[in-house]
């Protein structure tokens, strides 16, 4: 059994630089590309960006140029560095891996962490 600890969220204000990791755990690890998704109150969950373990990225419109991703592969954590929040950046984030090293998809989930921009 994998688990996601997500860590680094709150009440940030807009333009803030925030950082969250999620920090991967379990028995036979086998961790493929880890992200990032978000969902805000009455939308649907939605990518941020993901990265593979040879360091390969994908950024949703919305956060490139503003956002990046990184992961320590011995430590099997996931960064996601925000910067120049907006408030529309508000939502609950979630941590998520995949199983597999050649797909990123949701196998694995954390239990999401709050980020609030105020303006």
């Known amino acids: 059994q994998v688990q996601l600890v997500e860590s680094g969220g709150g009440l940030v204000q807009a333009g803030g630089s925030p950082r969250l990791s999620c920090a991967a755990s379990?028995?036979?690890?086998?961790?493929?590309?880890m992200g990032w998704y978000r969902q805000a109150p009455g939308q649907q969950r939605q990518l941020v960006a993901f990265?593979?373990?040879?360091?390969?990225?994908n950024y949703a419109d919305s956060v490139k140029g503003r956002f990046t991703i990184s992961r320590d592969n011995a430590k099997n954590t996931v960064f996601l560095q925000m910067n120049s929040l907006k408030p529309e950046d508000t939502a609950v984030y979630y941590c998520?891996?995949?199983?597999?090293?050649?797909?990123?998809?949701?196998?694995?989930w954390g239990q999401g962490t709050q980020v609030t921009v105020s303006s």
């Open positions: 998520a891996a995949s199983r597999i090293l050649n797909v990123f998809r949701g196998d694995y």
């Open positions: 990265i593979t373990r040879g360091g390969n990225t």
């Open positions: 379990g028995s036979k690890l086998s961790i493929g590309p």
